[in-house]
């Protein structure tokens, strides 16, 4: 590989890293205020207030501090969309000016393999820690027996996370084992496979070369990343679906995008093994350097 291709490719990891931090930021913020917005509107806090049936006030402030935390998570949220569809374009670009001059013979098979590596990598990374999905439990004018009514929404529920959050969130609920199988599923073995694609592919030994490959056929055997993307649309309909005297919402997040994109260039990745392997089966010894 030439010094100008490490150093594109050392700017494209770089420029990634910028806008994954500007998104991270911004969806930190929305986190943050719409937890301040379901929290304000928490029924716990509404119903066990005794002097709160007594007195509107309370509940009129709470509504109103939730409407502010609203707004803010809207905007903050808006903004992540922005930097999310920057980002998307920019890898998108990147990876179709690859594409380009590689079907125009710039550059070789092997080249273009470790760009479309690269691209599935910074997917996967912002997939992962990036929340994918947002899901809330709530009644609106809610009446407690008669004597009190609260006006508008009061939440029984909300969550957002992202794979690493939801991983954290059942150990620390000890359930080991499903948050073993995320963590090995959808963390460890994404990053193994592509680990083993990029050596596999910028290897000159032979014998390294198939060893690898076996490598590679086994752990594929266990790649939950479709299973994983499935899931979570399937969660994401049935708690929208719910019938149930408490209203439902939830709505897909970045996150959930991110590694479906990462979850369409691993399939794309696996042609460049597959092509490989294929050449070299044909032409035993001989290192793939063209198209």
Same mark, same amino acid.
């Given at each position: ?104 013979? +710039? ?113 594929? %055997? ?52 597959? %092509? +490989? ?15």
């Amino acid at each position: 590989m030439n010094k100008a291709f490490v150093l594109i490719l050392s700017f494209f990891f770089i420029a990634s890293i910028f806008l994954g931090n500007k998104l991270h930021q911004d969806i930190e913020k929305f986190q943050r205020y719409k937890l301040a917005y379901t929290s304000e509107l928490n029924f716990e806090n509404s119903l066990l207030d005794v002097a709160g049936y007594l007195d509107s006030s309370s509940w009129n402030k709470a509504q109103e501090n939730a409407k502010e935390a609203r707004k803010k998570s809207i905007l903050a949220k808006q903004s992540a969309n922005f930097y999310g569809a920057i980002t998307g374009v920019f890898i998108l670009i990147f990876g179709l000016f690859f594409f380009f001059i590689y079907q125009k013979n +710039k550059i070789y098979f092997t080249q273009f393999g470790v760009v479309i590596l690269s691209c599935s990598l910074v997917l996967l990374g912002i997939g992962i820690t990036m929340p994918f999905i947002e899901i809330g439990a709530y009644m609106r004018d809610l009446n407690v027996g008669g004597i009190k009514t609260f006006d508008g929404k009061m939440y029984f529920f909300y969550q957002c996370k992202s794979v690493l959050g939801l991983i954290s969130t059942l150990f620390q609920s000890n359930n080991l084992i499903v948050g073993i199988a995320i963590l090995l599923f959808s963390v460890l073995n994404p990053l193994l496979k592509l680990s083993l694609y990029f050596i596999y592919l910028i290897s000159n030994s032979l014998s390294k070369q198939e060893r690898l490959i076996k490598v590679i056929t086994f752990i594929g %055997k266990y790649s939950m990343a479709d299973v994983y993307v499935a899931a979570c649309f399937l969660a994401f309909l049935s708690f929208s679906n719910l019938n149930t005297g408490v209203k439902t919402e939830s709505s897909t997040l970045l996150g959930l995008y991110f590694f479906l994109g990462y979850c369409i260039l691993s399939i794309a990745s696996h042609y460049f093994i597959v %092509k +490989k392997q294929s050449f070299l089966n044909h032409d035993e010894g001989s290192i793939l350097d063209k198209k």
